[in-house]
C-alpha cells in the first residue's frame, strides 16, 4: 500500500528527465544528489541533457558546503557546524 504524503522539495531543486547515461553523471558527482521522482514510472521521455536518449525523471539538487574529511567526517564551511 502506497501512502499518499506530500513532499518537500530541497533548496535548489530541479526536476529533469535523464537517460541513464546522463543520469551516472549525476551520481558520480559527489557535490549533487539524485533521486528518480516515480520508482514505478513506465513511460520514457526524451532525456533533458542530450536530447537523443529516452530516459526517467529524477530530481537533482547540488549539495552545498560539504567536502569529505578523511574517513567519515564531512566538514561543512559554516562557522557555526565545523564537522558533522
Known amino acids: 500500500?502506497?501512502?499518499d504524503?506530500?513532499?518537500i522539495p530541497r533548496e535548489g531543486e530541479m526536476e529533469m528527465?535523464?537517460?541513464s547515461v546522463c543520469a551516472s553523471t549525476y551520481y558520480?558527482?559527489?557535490d549533487h544528489?539524485?533521486?528518480r521522482v516515480n520508482m514505478y514510472q513506465i513511460?520514457?521521455?526524451k532525456c533533458t541533457l542530450c536530447g537523443y536518449r529516452m530516459g526517467y525523471d529524477f530530481y537533482v539538487w547540488p549539495k552545498h558546503n560539504v567536502q569529505k574529511v578523511g574517513n567519515s567526517q564531512f566538514c561543512t564551511f559554516v562557522e557555526e557546524d565545523h564537522y558533522e
Open 1 to 3: 500500500m502506497i501512502k
Open 5 to 7: 504524503f506530500k513532499r
Open 17 to 19: 528527465c535523464l537517460c
Open 28 to 30: 558520480n558527482m559527489p
Open 33 to 35: 544528489g539524485i533521486t
Open 43 to 45: 513511460v520514457k521521455d
